[in-house]
T-cell receptor, first 110, second 117 residues
Framework: QKEVEQDPGPLSVPEGAIVSLNCTYS??????FMWYRQYSRKGPELLMY????GNKEDGRFTAQVDKSSKYISLFIRDSQPSDSATYLC??????????FGKGTRLHILP | GAVVSQHPSRVICKSGTSVKIECRSL??????MFWYRQFPKKSLMLMAT?????????EQGVEKDKFLINHASLTLSTLTVTSAHPEDSSFYIC?????????????FGPGTRLTVT
């Protein structure tokens, strides 16, 4: 079993829809959970950063972490064509290197 | 805040030459920087962890003599691809950890696209 599993997609949704992206992981030592957005030929941009379990909201983005199920999610409300990108989940233990998912390609259809 | 720059953004070089890529944290200090490479439509592959003032830690399978890393200050790390070959063509991305923030998040540079002809 890989440390971090993420469906590569592509995921296509109509503009305005709620997008749900998720990852599962196997290492119970992970404490830090991140979501990055990467546009084509660009470096990843940190979107959300959470520590341990719980929810975090920032504008149209909500990150959820369920450590008991080893499952994290990113929700995007009122999706826009500009949200079309690859979304990478990432996680790590305290002071450890970050482990990335393979990324989910998202297409928002106008 | 938390801006990381890379230079150059794109470089084309001939086989056998060396190429240096710079990674700078512009508005924060980073004792630790990371170097990744990414192939088209693939995820990030960590190459090495660069620690200010000490030797870099390379991931398994990454040749330390081929990919020279120097982290001379809290805001600058360099990656030199020595004797580059076409198979070294890739997208190289650095990231930096903000020591003041104290968390584990990393901020990425915009990447450098290397093409070896």
């Amino acid at each position: 079993q890989k440390e971090v599993e993420q469906d590569p997609g592509p995921l296509s949704v109509p503009e305005g829809a709620i997008v749900s992206l998720n990852c599962t992981y196997s290492n119970s030592a992970f404490q830090y959970f991140m979501w990055y957005r990467q546009y084509s030929r660009k470096g990843p941009e940190l979107l959300m950063y959470t520590y341990s379990s719980g929810n975090k909201e920032d504008g149209r983005f909500t990150a959820q972490v369920d450590k008991s199920s080893k499952y994290i999610s990113l929700f995007i409300r009122d999706s826009q064509p500009s949200d079309s990108a690859t979304y990478l989940c990432a996680m790590s233990g305290i002071g450890d290197k970050i482990i990335f998912g393979k990324g989910t390609r998202l297409h928002i259809l106008p | 805040g938390a801006v990381v720059s890379q230079h150059p953004s794109r470089v084309i070089c001939k086989s056998g030459t060396s190429v240096k890529i710079e990674c700078r944290s512009l508005d924060f200090q980073a004792t630790t920087m990371f170097w990744y490479r990414q192939f088209p439509k693939k995820s990030l592959m960590l190459m090495a962890t660069s620690n200010e003032g000490s030797k870099a830690t390379y991931e398994q399978g990454v040749e330390k003599d081929k990919f020279l890393i120097n982290h001379a200050s809290l805001t600058l790390s360099t990656l030199t691809v020595t004797s580059a070959h076409p198979e070294d063509s890739s997208f190289y991305i650095c990231s930096a950890r903000d020591i003041v923030a104290g968390g584990n998040e990393q901020y990425f540079g915009p990447g450098t696209r290397l093409t070896v002809t």
